[in-house]
T-cell receptor, first 113, second 115 residues
Framework: TQLLEQSPQFLSIQEGENLTVYCNSS?????LQWYRQEPGEGPVLLVTVVTGGEVKKLKRLTFQFGDARKDSSLHITAAQTGDTGLYLCAGAGSGGSNYKLTFGKGTLLTVNP | NAGVTQTPKFQVLKTGQSMTLQCAQD?????MSWYRQDPGMGLRLIHYSVGAGITDQGEVPNGYNVSRSTTEDFPLRLLSAAPSQTSVYFC??????????????FGPGTRLTVT
């Protein structure tokens, strides 16, 4: 079983601060996805990283895939109250099970005004 | 496109009752999955399907059945509801066209309470 450990589990910060969320595993993934979920809704895909060492930017969000494709990070610059939500990382396995995702337990981010 | 739709939005069952959670997608995606989400547990895979007529078990399949008679629909059946099945259930679909990524599109969820 491939496991993804997310940290921290909870994060409460003030608007304007920077933060980083981590997603770590001992397994290699063919790709890693980051989702954001708001209360009462399903997760929505933010980004997919595929290549080891890849960095993707989505406005104030920066996503990085580790060189060995075992870990990833999400960095938010100058957080806004609209960034509040549950952030989930999910890894797609190698080989024939690429379509099956393993999810981390999530990081609940609260950005206070 | 409506994307992934789920019904009902909320449901309360008594222990021992059975019911079917409906899921449909209009994106012609091959892959469909059912997850449950519990506090502190993240999303756990119940069952999945790689195409019509093909289903397989995920991480927590006990107490649930699925079938996939069409590409569009993937219902989840609770055979005899138990309080441990109180959870939020999400259906998701993805396409094989982007083999490197398999991004999943989620429905809005069904909040189930078993008393």
């Amino acid at each position: 079983t491939q496991l993804l450990e997310q940290s921290p589990q909870f994060l409460s910060i003030q608007e304007g601060e920077n933060l980083t969320v981590y997603c770590n595993s001992s397994s290699v993934f063919s790709s890693l996805q980051w989702y954001r979920q708001e209360p009462g809704e399903g997760p929505v895909l933010l980004v997919t990283v595929v290549t080891g060492g890849e960095v993707k930017k989505l406005k104030r969000l920066t996503f990085q895939f580790g060189d060995a494709r075992k870990d990833s990070s999400l960095h938010i610059t100058a957080a806004q109250t609209g960034d509040t939500g549950l952030y989930l990382c999910a890894g797609a396995g190698s080989g024939g099970s690429n379509y099956k995702l393993t999810f981390g337990k999530g990081t609940l981010l609260t950005v206070n005004p | 496109n409506a994307g992934v739709t789920q019904t009902p939005k909320f449901q309360v069952l008594k222990t021992g009752q059975s019911m079917t959670l409906q899921c449909a997608q209009d994106m012609n995606h091959e892959y469909m999955s059912w997850y449950r989400q519990d506090p502190g547990m993240g999303l756990r895979l119940i069952h999945y399907s790689v195409g019509a007529g093909i289903t397989d078990q995920g991480e927590v399949p006990n107490g649930y059945n699925v079938s996939r008679s069409t590409t569009e629909d993937f219902p989840l059946r609770l055979l005899s509801a138990a309080p441990s099945q109180t959870s939020v259930y999400f259906c998701a679909s993805s396409s094989s066209l982007r083999r490197s990524s398999y991004e999943q599109y989620f429905g809005p969820g069904t909040r189930l309470t078993v008393t």
